[in-house]
């Protein structure tokens, strides 16, 4: 493109590494560990970070380049850096700006094995996590301590689909100079840009809506270029780095993932108000049902609801194990993100090493449900609920 167009979808689609002397239309897979030089001084130069080019697979590679172009331009971040998994991000995003001494303050409703992170590592390095409520988020100020380095949360949460407001966070972190960073995977670029909002770092597990068939496994950090940068120099000595192969089907991916999201939006809602009306449903969660509460603050923003409904069956343990030995269609699962709709017990899978009582503090019970809507026609997904729920 002569003029570059700030539209999604055309940024997703003409974000393109540079054509090669054979003129391809479509980006080919660069699977090589490392480029040549011309000469000692170009070598010399580049490793010297004089000159911008690639130099090895581990630090950087054209097909991860064009990948976190995209996201970057997708979040309106300066700069990003792609990981082989969407916690290999997390744990890197953490481990390269955080000091010995250092806290941080983070959501309690986080994914299982950030939930382990926080709790089983981070003490090993004197690294210290208060955990605040998602519905008490005035609380929050009162957790802050002169050592606390980050406000950490996910947007709608893993596996409630809580939503908190982001405008809300970032006001926060600019009182007290702390970093405002957000796992924005149930969202995605399409759906949410918490840069927008406020945040210095967004992270995403590409593996999920990015990559949308359950194809390969990636991450990715992206925000301000100093913070970046300082990620950047922890990651290429400790080697979480994206692989070529994995970043071009990401890339690949990211030019659908906005007609694919709407649908998947668009299926998610109408199991969501399915659900709410059926007899063995006790609650049901989903950020753009009128019911959810914290509605407004979704709609202000997020462009749509995004893939993930959170319901509790009736009947604690039995009822779930029903409903799930009873599903015929959809997939079960722990990942979510797929063309395949997905129902995961979390209790049992994501969340198995969560306390009880954190679990309970968070609203997974024994009977509660996940499901990622994929895009299957709605009709053959709500008759498979159906069937398993009676």
Not at 70 to 99: H, Q
Not at 111 to 124: E, S, V
Not at 300 to 325: N, P, W, Y
Not at 338 to 360: F, G, L, N, Q, W
Request: a negative charge; charged letters at 20%.
């Amino acid at each position: 493109m002569k003029e570059k167009s700030k539209q999604f979808e055309t940024l997703a689609i003409r974000t393109q590494t540079e054509t090669t002397q054979f003129s391809e239309h479509s980006v080919p897979i660069y699977l090589t560990s490392g480029f040549v030089f011309d000469d000692a001084e170009e070598m010399r130069a580049s490793f010297a970070e004089e000159k911008q080019r690639d130099l090895y697979s581990r630090y950087s590679n054209p097909n991860v380049n064009e990948f976190v172009e995209k996201v970057c331009a997708m979040e309106g971040a300066e700069s990003g850096y792609a990981f082989a998994s969407g916690m290999a991000a997390v744990f890197s995003t953490f481990a390269a700006l955080l000091n010995s001494g250092d806290h941080v303050v983070s959501c309690s409703s986080v994914f299982g094995a950030t939930h382990g992170l926080f709790t089983n590592y981070f003490p090993k390095w004197n690294i210290e996590c208060s955990y605040f409520n998602v519905n008490e988020v005035e609380t929050i100020e009162s957790l802050i301590k002169p050592n606390t380095k980050f406000l950490y949360a996910e947007t709608p949460t893993n596996p409630g689909v809580d939503i908190i407001d982001l405008e809300f966070l970032s006001a926060i972190c600019k009182k007290h100079n702390i970093l405002l960073v957000i796992d924005n995977c149930f969202a995605t670029p399409y759906l949410q840009n918490p840069i927008k909002f406020g945040a210095d770092l967004v992270i995403h597990s590409a593996t999920k809506l990015m990559d949308g068939q359950g194809r390969v496994l990636g991450g990715v950090t992206v925000g301000k270029k100093e913070l970046i940068r300082e990620i950047y120099l922890f990651s290429r000595l400790t080697g979480p780095s994206m692989s070529p192969f994995n970043a071009w089907v990401l890339s690949k991916s990211l030019e659908t993932l906005a007609v694919r999201t709407d649908k998947h939006c668009e299926n998610a809602l109408k199991i969501a108000e399915f659900l709410e009306n059926h007899p063995k449903v006790k609650w049901v969660k989903y950020p753009f049902l009128k019911s959810h509460p914290k509605y407004d603050i979704a709609k202000k923003q997020m462009r749509l609801g995004g893939s993930i409904v959170a319901f509790e069956v009736e009947g604690g343990i039995e009822g779930g194990r029903s409903f799930f030995d009873n599903i015929k269609m959809c997939s079960l699962s722990a990942n979510l993100g797929d063309t395949r709709t997905i129902v995961t017990h979390p209790a049992s899978t994501t969340h198995a090493k969560v306390e009880a009582e954190v679990k309970a503090a968070v609203g997974i019970t024994d009977g509660s449900v996940r499901i990622s809507a994929g895009l299957e026609h709605i009709d053959d997904i709500i008759a498979d609920l159906i069937q398993a729920l009676n």
